[in-house]
Nanobody, 115 residues
C-alpha cells in the first residue's frame, strides 16, 4: 500500500523560507506525477505545484518565482522549496501523487507565516 509522508512544515516569518518534503513508500515504481496542494479552512483546495516523472513542472500563478518543486525519482520523493513566504501562503499543504491510474494523498503539513 502506497503511503505519502510529508515533513518540513512549521512557523516562519514573512519573507522567510521553508522546504517541504514528501516521500512515497510502498511503491516499486516511480510515481508518474507528484505535487503539492494547499488548503485554508473555508476555501477550496488549490494546486500549488506539480512535477511529472520526466521533469515537467507547473505552478500556481501566485507562487511562480517564489516556489520551486523538485523530485528525486529514485527515492520517490518530492520537495517544495518555498521562498519569500507571504501571509497568504499560510495553509495546510498536502502532497499528492498518481501513477497507473491510482491517486494518493498525504496527511498534510501545516505552514504558518507570521507577519
Amino acid at each position: 500500500q502506497v503511503q505519502l509522508v510529508e515533513s518540513g512544515g512549521g512557523l516562519v516569518q514573512a519573507g522567510g523560507s521553508l522546504t517541504l518534503s514528501c516521500a512515497a513508500s510502498g511503491s516499486s515504481d516511480s510515481m508518474h506525477f507528484m505535487g503539492w496542494d494547499r488548503q485554508v479552512p473555508g476555501k477550496q483546495r488549490e494546486l500549488v505545484a506539480g512535477m511529472t516523472r520526466g521533469g515537467v513542472t507547473n505552478y500556481a500563478d501566485s507562487v511562480k518565482g517564489r516556489f520551486t518543486i523538485s523530485r528525486d525519482n529514485a527515492k520517490n520523493t518530492v520537495y517544495l522549496q518555498m521562498n519569500s513566504l507571504k501571509a497568504e501562503d499560510a495553509a495546510t499543504y498536502y502532497c499528492h501523487a498518481n501513477t497507473a491510474g491510482h491517486y494518493y494523498w498525504g496527511q498534510g503539513t501545516q505552514v504558518t507565516v507570521s507577519s
